[in-house]
């Protein structure tokens, strides 16, 4: 008996919609696509229950006769391409003739079209597949497309989906990084009601990024124009400054199609690397334009992906770019040529050198803020700590329970999680030297040459702070700020904010919306001695909203370390005595001053012995 069977086409169209219709941020993207390739300059897209439920696109473009209203939602019916060689010059965003018809095999659709000069349009409705009704209709020029009830026949994937805010996300996402692709046209999404996202469309890439990423993010780029033949790079991208902890600022274009690419990303990485701390990532909106036949851009069902016919002359045509762009836009301190190390692409030729002096890190990326509460000291204007209490005024006594060097031994391997006596002895009587390289404290202690790393030091004591705090809760985790303060946020970002109002309260932080790119903030999480600086503590907390992780206790505290991290004094910020001791001081009271909240070692010994086993003073 045979056992195989052709698949009818609903089963057929159902297992295909895998490959497209992944989420609703993928029905989005195809539908927004399909009104960019019909011309559209205005674009509407209205979601609820982040697109599961609902999602309906809007555009103004040429429309669809009756014929075509119909013929849209076959498999394999296009009007872009006619032949295989038509997508070597492809300049559309569809072509494969399946977005359609993959969407209304697992959904229920509603299309409304009416071409531009014509009296009446076409109202079509299916259903998993099968065409209900389909009849003029009176509706404006252009298309709608309503999808409901998304996956409602395919409960496998119906499961998948995630929560209502993370696809509301993932759609804001999509748009945005199209409307940042296409800042002629006018993109606009409300979700449950709120606008997310809305674009001028006035062909002018810096306001799509201002609408897109907010005031702050668009005045803190550079334009980009470089060519290097065939390959054209043009675009925004952001100072070293700027950069953020994920990648969520980063849009590649090739010839008008968003992708992700390997390479692309890769010469974004080395271009920045002598200016950017490792795991930042810079504001990047990259259009790279080539001759169709040297990409090719069906090797993936999504579009996502393309293969250039050279990959490393793209890389190169994008490092150069960079390099030109920041070097012109004046952000470039750069006196020592720059490798192209690891990239398993061939290293670029070094860059022009312009040798200028070592960059100091900007007052305004640091967290914490000189503006102390109303009864600290302000320390001097270029130290980095503020103090609390003078200078030789009493300190506690702790017990001399154990011995830095005995601590040394314990924490070869990782810092212990249980808490044990304070192994501060040796830190309070040690004899501070002074700094080292600007970076390292040198004391004396006993028999010992001791190293304190300054940063781990202070993001030891700022996350410290920060955990205790919230740890003990109610109002003593809040340090209200003397005057509230407008921070600018996209509209995006002002929704996340907003949507998680209540539990980042609990957190420390209180705000209230302020127009519609920006809140105005009340309070930050309590940091103790120091103030946290507003503008940059609320980027890390916006930074781990947009990436969805603010859920465990854990993740509370990578946000708190991260906060810890972003405030506490650089490598290369030259203390004063007074911050020396304040630091130490405060790292004293500890319960483990020996390791960054990562486990790195904040302090490093050498012993007597070993220095003179050096000098040769004993064999
Ligand atoms: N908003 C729209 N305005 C005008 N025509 C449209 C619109 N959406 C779809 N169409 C027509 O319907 C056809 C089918 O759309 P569909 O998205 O399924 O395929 P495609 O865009 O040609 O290719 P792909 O599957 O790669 O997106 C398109 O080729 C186009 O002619
Ligand atoms: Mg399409």
Not at 48 to 62: E, L
């Amino acid at each position: 008996m045979s056992v195989i069977t052709v698949l009818d086409t609903q089963t057929a169209n159902s297992i295909a919609a895998g490959e497209v219709v992944e989420r609703p941020a993928s029905v989005v993207k195809e539908l927004v696509e399909n009104a960019l390739d019909a011309g559209a300059s205005v674009i509407h897209v209205e979601i609820r229950q982040g697109g599961i439920s609902y999602i309906r696109v809007t555009d103004n473009g040429c429309g669809m006769d009756e014929t075509d209203a119909q013929l849209a939602f076959g498999r394999h019916a296009t009007s872009k391409i006619r032949s295989i060689d038509d997508l070597e010059q492809i300049s559309t965003m569809g072509f494969r003739g399946e977005a359609l018809a993959s969407i209304a095999a697992v959904a229920k659709v509603r299309l409304e079209t009416r071409p531009l000069g014509q009296a009446s349009g076409t109202a079509v409705e299916i259903t998993a597949g099968e065409m209900v009704t389909m009849r003029p209709a009176g509706c404006p020029e252009g298309t709608t497309l309503t999808i409901e009830n998304l996956f409602f026949n395919t409960p496998a994937r119906f499961k998948f989906l995630k929560k209502d805010s993370t696809e509301a996300a993932a759609v804001a996402d999509v748009l945005e990084r199209i409307a940042l692709a296409r800042p002629d046209v006018s993109i606009r999404l409300v979700s449950q009601g709120n606008e997310l996202l809305h674009t001028p469309g006035n062909n002018d890439l810096r306001s799509a990024i201002f609408a897109v990423f907010g005031k702050e993010a668009a005045s803190a780029i550079h334009p980009l124009d470089y060519a290097m033949v065939p390959v054209q790079v043009s675009g925004y991208i952001g100072t070293p400054e700027a950069a953020r902890s994920s990648r969520n600022q980063q849009c590649i274009y090739v010839n008008g199609r968003l992708v992700k690419s390997r390479a692309v990303s890769a010469a974004i990485d080395e271009a920045y690397a002598t200016h950017l701390m490792k795991r930042k990532h810079p504001l990047a909106v990259l259009k790279i334009d080539l001759p169709t036949p040297l990409v090719d851009v069906n090797v993936h069902p999504q579009k996502m992906e393309v293969r250039f016919w050279e990959e490393q002359t793209v890389f190169r045509a994008v490092y150069h770019g960079i390099q030109n762009a920041l070097q012109s836009g004046g952000a470039i301190v750069e006196s020592t040529p720059l490798a192209v190390p690891g990239s398993g692409l061939a290293a670029a030729p070094a860059p022009v050198q312009i040798a200028l002096p070592q960059p100091v890190d900007a007052p305004s990326t640091a967290i914490l803020d000189y503006t102390a509460g109303p009864d600290m000291a302000l320390p001097d204007p270029v130290g980095v700590l503020v103090q609390e209490t003078p200078v030789g005024s009493e300190r506690p006594v702790h017990d001399a329970t154990a011995s830095l060097q005995q601590s040394q031994a314990s924490d070869a391997q990782a810092a212990p999680a249980v808490s044990r006596p304070k192994t501060i002895t040796s830190l309070q009587s040690a004899r501070l030297i002074g700094q080292l390289f600007a970076t390292y404290l040198v004391l004396e202690h006993e028999q010992d040459l001791l190293l304190l790393d300054q940063h781990a030091a202070h993001e030891r004591i700022l996350f410290e702070q920060l955990v205790a705090r919230h740890r003990s809760r109610g109002p003593a985790a809040v340090q209200p700020l003397l005057i509230p303060q407008t921070i600018e946020v996209s509209a995006r970002e002002q929704a996340i904010l907003l949507a998680e109002q209540e539990n980042l309260l609990q957190l420390g932080f209180e705000f209230e919306a302020f127009g519609s790119q920006s809140i105005l903030l009340r309070s930050l999480p309590d940091s103790g001695r120091y103030t946290l600086k507003p503008q940059a503590a609320m980027r890390v907390l916006l930074d781990t909203l947009m990436s969805d992780k603010l859920h465990s206790e854990e993740q509370i505290d990578d946000l708190y370390y991260s906060m810890a991290c972003k405030a506490a004094i650089k490598a290369h910020d030259k203390l004063d005595v007074r911050e020396m001791e304040q630091l130490l001081s405060d790292l004293a009271e500890l319960e483990d001053p020996y390791h960054c909240p990562h486990g790195r070692p904040v302090i490093i010994r050498i012993s007597r012995y070993e220095l003179e086993k050096q000098f040769k003073r004993i064999v």
